[in-house]
């Protein structure tokens, strides 16, 4: 399916990771001009590399909004921003919700949370004056199925979801669409290395770690395995496409079944 964006410009956050890059793959094959941003120089430029010729990147900490600006001035220069995939995010610390610091919550909070307000801030209103993007925001099953160790985790991209919902109200009618994407256990550095410290904890091996996991844990996701960064991707470029042009305000899940929810 030609997703009629060829020539849009995107920026994609978190760009080193497993999401991002994979669905850098799929825009980029649709045409899409492409600016990958992350924390790590070394990492980023991988990432591009792997991507091919024209990929072009920049550091960013979008916890900093001299950062955020500075994208946005790169972006600008580049042409303006038509497509904004966010999937920067980090897990934070694990435990009981009553145990962990005002510290944690926060550090997690900044990172998931505020950073996409800050680009939706500095991004969004050039859509709208333009009266065309697409903001896709990527979450997590933890948003609406939270798990009592992962409770820093849970709060932001619970709050991610809504503000997706109330932005989308507010900036559909100008003809931004703005949708989220909910993965759940994705094959993706963050869920290697919860594999690889539950492996240590138990004294299994990775493989054992994952299969009880799967057992104790996702009782709901029956398809038995993590799902694959490429099944998401194309999600994600759906929403970014002019194919999807009655769709804002939604969360797509790409989890396996593991939400035992009917609804969102």
Known sequence: MDLDIKGRTALITGGSGGLATAAARVLRDEGVKLTLTDLDEDELRRAAGDLGEGVDWLTADLTETDDIDRLAQHMSDRGGC????HTAGVTGAKGDPLEMEDDEYRFVWETNFMSAVRLAKRFVPTMAERGWGRMVCVTSENAVQPYVEEAVYNTAKAALLNFVKGLSQSVSARGVLVNSVSPAFIETPMTD????????????????????????ERPFLKMHRRGRADEVAPVIALLCSNRATFTTGSAYRVDGGAVGAINT
């Open 82 to 85: 038509d497509i904004l995939v």
């Open 193 to 216: 290395g919860m594999m690889e410290k539950r492996a240590e904890q138990m004294g299994t091996s990775v493989d054992e770690a994952i299969e009880s996991f799967l057992d104790e």
